[in-house]
C-alpha cells in the first residue's frame, strides 16, 4: 500500500494550494469526512488519493458519503483506502475505485457498507 500511496496521491500542501484553501480547512474537510486523507507513512502529514477528484480539482460528489458509509461500518480511513484500492472481483484486474470511476458508485458503497 505505501508504494502506490505515495504514486496515486496528493500531498496536502499542494492540494490546499489547487484547491485555494489553507491547510487548517483541508484538515477541517478530512476529519469532516469531506475528503479522504490518509496519514503517509512514517508521517505526520496527510496525503489525499488523486482519485477522489474530478478533473476539474472538486472532490467528487460521492467522496463524503464513502467516508460516511465506512466510518459507520467501523472502517478506519486508513483501511477504506485499503479496501477502495484493492483488486476486486473474480477476475482480479479491477479496483473500487475503478467502478468509482465507472459510475458505479452504489456498487462501491454497498461494498463499504458491508465491511469491505
Do not use: C, H
Not at 44 to 67: C, E, T
Not at 84 to 98: C, E, K
Amino acid at each position: 500500500m505505501d508504494r502506490r500511496l505515495l504514486e496515486e496521491s496528493l500531498s496536502g500542501s499542494w492540494l490546499s494550494t489547487r484547491l485555494g484553501i489553507g491547510t487548517q480547512r483541508l484538515d477541517t474537510m478530512r476529519r469532516g469526512g469531506e475528503l479522504l486523507g490518509v496519514r503517509r507513512p512514517g508521517g505526520q502529514d496527510y496525503l489525499y488519493p488523486a482519485w477522489q477528484f474530478a478533473p476539474d480539482g472538486k472532490p467528487l460528489p460521492v467522496v463524503p458519503r464513502l467516508v460516511a458509509a465506512a466510518r459507520a461500518a467501523g472502517l478506519s480511513d486508513d483501511r477504506l483506502y485499503a479496501v477502495l484500492t484493492s483488486r476486486a472481483g473474480i477476475s482480479g484486474r479491477d479496483r473500487l475505485v475503478d467502478a468509482l470511476r465507472e459510475g458505479r458508485e452504489d456498487y462501491v458503497l454497498s461494498v463499504v457498507r458491508n465491511g469491505g
